[in-house]
């Protein structure tokens, strides 16, 4: 099966622009989405497809994809915002990324 | 409102078995692929095994092939994980995932249960 691989952790100032990556060969075939997890809650889906956001979630949050490699944008990332964000995607299996502790400074 | 709320967790010892429910509510259960997704003490998130709308398909991770086994039954509104032969990696947070139809623009699990704890342990 396929994997995919994330940065285990990313800073970004308040107020500015954050970029978390998910690289994989699924990628290149199929959308990743994602999930942001606070401490202590379940994970909850905050991009799918191209670029689509579910009701209730900030459109500070986008994402893209280019070849192998997806991305999750948050631009003018809040204190809320500081939490583990995963990647997912399923070709022959259904996998997710290790994961990105993102801390907003 | 959609919720998913889970059960069945707990401590047990190594190579026995157990079984997780998920009981679902406000929305068409049977419209809809179901998964379980775990996450051990301080890890990520893996999946388990996921199950279509008729049962019809039906995958499983290779670390739970052969022992778990993943059912519904749309009448109950209701989601299960059979566990055997437990081993003690298998210790993880179990949550219950629902799929959403999101035709071109690809799969996504929508909506999570809050999870239950599953402890392997002597």
């Known amino acids: 099966s396929s994997e995919l691989t994330q940065d285990p952790a990313v800073s970004v100032a308040l107020g500015q622009t954050v970029r978390i990556t998910c690289q994989g060969d699924?990628?290149?075939?199929?959308?990743a989405s994602w999930y942001q997890q606070k401490p202590g809650q379940a994970p909850v889906l905050v991009i799918y497809?191209?670029?689509n956001r579910p009701s209730g979630i900030p459109d500070r949050f986008s994402g893209s994809s280019s070849g192998n490699t997806a991305s999750l944008t948050i631009t003018g990332a809040q204190a809320e915002d500081e939490a583990d964000y995963y990647c997912?995607?399923?070709?022959?299996?259904?996998?997710f990324g290790g994961g990105t502790k993102l801390t907003v400074l | 409102e959609v919720q998913l709320v889970e059960s069945g967790g707990g401590l047990v010892q190594p190579g026995r078995s157990l079984r997780l429910s998920c009981a679902a509510s406000?929305?068409?259960?049977?419209?809809?692929?179901m998964h379980w997704v775990r996450q051990a003490p301080g890890k990520g998130l893996e999946w388990v095994s996921g199950?279509?709308?008729?049962?019809?398909?039906?995958g499983y991770a290779d670390s739970v092939k052969g022992r778990f086994t993943i059912s519904r039954d749309n009448a109950k509104n209701s989601l299960y994980l059979q566990m055997n032969s437990l081993r003690a990696e298998d210790t993880a947070l179990y949550y219950c995932?629902?799929?959403?139809?999101?035709?071109?623009?690809?799969?996504?699990?929508?909506?999570w249960g809050q999870g239950t704890m599953v402890t392997v342990s002597s």
């Open positions: 995932a629902k799929d959403g139809i999101f035709g071109v623009e690809g799969d996504a699990f929508d909506i």
């Open positions: 406000g929305f068409t259960f049977d419209d809809y692929a």
């Open positions: 199950i279509s709308w008729n049962s019809g398909s039906i």
């Open positions: 699924s990628l290149r075939s199929y959308y």
């Open positions: 497809g191209k670029n």
């Open positions: 997912n995607s399923r070709d022959s299996s259904v996998v």
